[in-house]
């Protein structure tokens, strides 16, 4: 199976700064889905397809990558942007996530 | 509005069985796959099930291949995850998700709140 690997796993940041998030595949993806979810509640699609925004996502948040790398970028982080982050491919069975980063606030 | 609701987790023993059952609504559940994800107390996310729309097609990983039967009823809306012979390890949040069609690169587009299961004697 394919193994997804999320860096880093614990992302600080402060308020107005822009951060890149990565997922690096063992194999080569043909897209990949990205994941946001909040304390307490259950994962929510954030970008589709490596770059698309999911109905509702803010344009802060953009995706990008290709191949074994992929990455999504927060242009300006906002209280509310605290959450684990998930990367998701299901180019090939079984589909498989990564690991998680935690995104907070300095 | 799009509604998915999970029941049907609790406490069970090792080598028990449980069943869980996922109510949707606000859409046609006819027409879209439907999958199960668990993600355990460390907040690992690993796909367990997935069904096609119509209920014809099964899909597993390894790690569960005959012990977690799916399967959906299309005149109720509803998606079952049938677990047998749990084990510790099983013990985790289980999420039954929509699978979007072509146009969203058939990502995992709703999510239920969950219903936790836990394996311990």
């Known amino acids: 199976q394919i193994v997804l690997t999320q860096s880093p796993a614990i992302m600080s940041a402060s308020l107005g700064e822009e951060i890149t998030l990565t997922c690096s595949a063992s194999?080569?993806?043909?897209?990949m889905h990205w994941y946001q979810q909040k304390s307490g509640t259950s994962p929510k699609l954030l970008i589709y397809?490596?770059?698309n925004l999911a109905s509702g996502v803010p344009s802060r948040f953009s995706g990008s990558g290709s191949g074994t790398f992929y990455s999504l970028t927060i242009s300006s982080v906002e209280a509310e942007d605290a959450a684990d982050y998930y990367c998701h491919q299901w180019s090939s069975y079984p589909c498989t996530f990564g690991a998680g980063t935690k995104l907070e606030l300095k | 509005e799009v509604q998915l609701v999970e029941s049907g987790g609790g406490l069970v023993k090792p080598g028990g069985s449980l069943k869980l059952s996922c109510a949707a609504s606000g859409f046609t559940f006819s027409s879209y796959a439907m999958s199960w994800v668990r993600q355990s107390p460390e907040k690992r996310l690993e796909w367990v099930a997935e069904i096609s729309s119509g209920g014809s097609y099964t899909y597993y990983p390894d790690t569960v291949t005959g012990r977690f039967p799916i399967s959906r009823d299309n005149a109720k809306n509803t998606l079952y995850l049938e677990m047998s012979s749990l084990r510790s390890e099983d013990t985790a949040m289980y999420y039954c998700?929509?699978?979007?069609?072509?146009?969203?690169?058939?990502?995992?587009?709703?999510w239920g709140q969950g219903t936790s299961v836990t394996v311990s004697s």
């Open positions: 194999s080569s993806v043909s897209y």
């Open positions: 998700a929509r699978r979007g069609g072509s146009s969203l690169g058939y990502a995992m587009d709703y």
């Open positions: 397809s490596t770059s």
